[in-house]
């Protein structure tokens, strides 16, 4: 029916058009028509047969018209209306399969020649009766059984950032008094900075950052001013660890993108090329790699990171960090993503310390919100770390595999969905089980 042949003001017959109108088994009234030519009249069943197939009602207004995505069942006497509507639930979905059109429907003489089993009409409504009364406890469990989804999708990301969370405040493991003191392998880092920097491998930080601990306060000191800086760190250390910026312990590098106008090659040269669509799960997949042309490579042959970096993703999707597989050491690295260089630090340790939300709140901090999302190379260097020595233990002891895969469930046992259970029980019902 074309729209000048119906209205929203009330005029004429209402006009029910399809699935839109029926919701939780009610029949929604939103437009009338004066030319309609097939109806519907109280008591009819009314099942949606185009479109979103299955969908039913009982009609309480006295006369409808109906669109052709509609059907109209009107049970005999002696036959309760409810009952016919329990039956058709159970046989809407091989009524479907039976349908011969490219566009999903149920055809009408299927309905007709379905074969319904009729108990005398006392256990009919015996049977409505007892699905009415077990109803309740089938929606009470579809609610739980949602929930019970969440946390099946969730919970295994949750468990793992709250035992990163633990362990980079010091808290998953029992601290060891004996540990060496993380200041003195910071200044073993600061002494190797120091040896790279005469040797004109890196450059010198203009603006040096040294954090220092008094009496459980952090301080720190840049250019010889010293500040307080107790509400900025995210937590109270424990002994022996402390307080640092990610610049201290890392030099950061950015990627490269190729020359305006060229584009990646899926052929295979000897040149990589790592995008951040290539960063999954902490490291690189493998699956659609793209590679730099020969005659362009040159222009990008210092922008590529090795085995032992760190990657960190710094537009589109930002703060997603990795290591790359030792096959692809030295490949070309995305303008969308920064390297951390650094030794002495476990690469495994870092990683997870910078997966963790401590950090990743820094990131979404640091991130510039006007126009594209960006994560400037700066912003990552003055990220708060809480460094400690003893790193391989507090993480790759304590944090087992299993709490980090993705096959952990909340439960063993996988349950149906209430639409199966609603299901499975009109059909025990009506095989008198």
């Given amino acids: 029916m074309t729209p000048d042949k119906y209205n929203a003001i009330e005029k004429g017959l209402p006009y029910i058009t399809g699935a839109s109108n029926i919701e939780n088994g009610e029949v929604i009234i939103n437009r009338w028509t004066e030319f309609g030519r097939a109806f ?3 008591g009819d069943i009314l099942l949606t047969c185009k479109g979103t197939v299955g969908t039913m009602a009982i009609l309480q207004e006295g006369k409808v018209h109906i669109a052709r995505q509609i059907m109209g069942i009107r049970p005999y006497n002696g036959i309760d209306t409810d009952y016919v509507r329990l039956v058709l639930e159970t046989l809407v979905e091989s009524l479907k399969a039976a349908a011969k059109s490219m566009i999903p429907g149920i055809a009408r003489d299927d309905v007709l020649f379905s074969f319904i089993p009729i108990p005398p009409l006392a256990e009919q409504h015996r049977i409505v009766a007892k699905i009415e009364e077990l109803l309740p406890y089938i929606e009470k469990y579809g609610k739980a059984e949602e929930h019970l989804t969440t946390l099946n999708t969730t919970f295994p990301e949750a468990l793992k950032k709250s035992i ?26 600061r002494a190797e900075k120091q040896a790279l920097i005469k040797a004109g491998k890196i450059k010198k930080d203009k603006h040096e950052s040294v954090i220092v601990t008094r009496d459980k306060i952090p301080y720190e000191i840049i250019d010889g001013k010293e500040r307080c800086i107790a509400d900025e760190v995210p937590f109270e250390l424990p002994d022996c660890w402390c307080w640092c910026r990610l610049g201290t312990i890392t030099t950061v590098l950015g990627g490269k993108r190729i020359p305006a106008g060229r584009k990646l090659s899926l052929e295979k040269t000897d040149h990589i090329y790592i995008r951040v669509s290539d960063m999954k799960d902490s490291g690189i997949s493998m699956d659609n790699l793209q590679y730099v042309p020969d005659d362009i490579y040159p222009s990008i042959s210092r922008y590529i990171i090795n085995k032992e970096d760190i990657y960190i993703t710094v537009a589109g999707t930002i703060g997603k960090v990795g290591k790359i597989p030792p096959e692809l050491d030295g490949a070309n690295l995305t303008e969308n993503a920064d390297r951390l260089v650094f030794s002495i630090i476990n690469q495994d340790w870092l990683i997870m310390c910078l997966q963790s939300s401590i950090v990743q709140s820094q990131i979404a901090d640091a991130t510039t919100k006007v126009g594209q999302p960006k994560l400037a190379i700066a912003r990552i260097q003055n990220l708060f770390i809480p460094l400690v020595s003893r790193q391989i233990f ?36 009506l095989c008198s089980e």
């Fill in 40 to 42: 519907a009249l109280k």
């Fill in 394 to 429: 507090t993480f790759e002891i304590y944090l087992p595999e299993l709490v980090c895969s993705k096959s952990i469930s909340f439960v063993s046992l996988r349950l149906h969905n209430s639409k199966c259970i609603r299901f499975f029980i009109i059909c025990r019902v």
């Fill in 164 to 189: 990163l969370q633990e362990a980079v405040q010091g808290k998953l493991v029992p601290q060891n008094p004996d540990d060496e003191p993380a200041s003195v392998l910071l200044e073993r880092i």
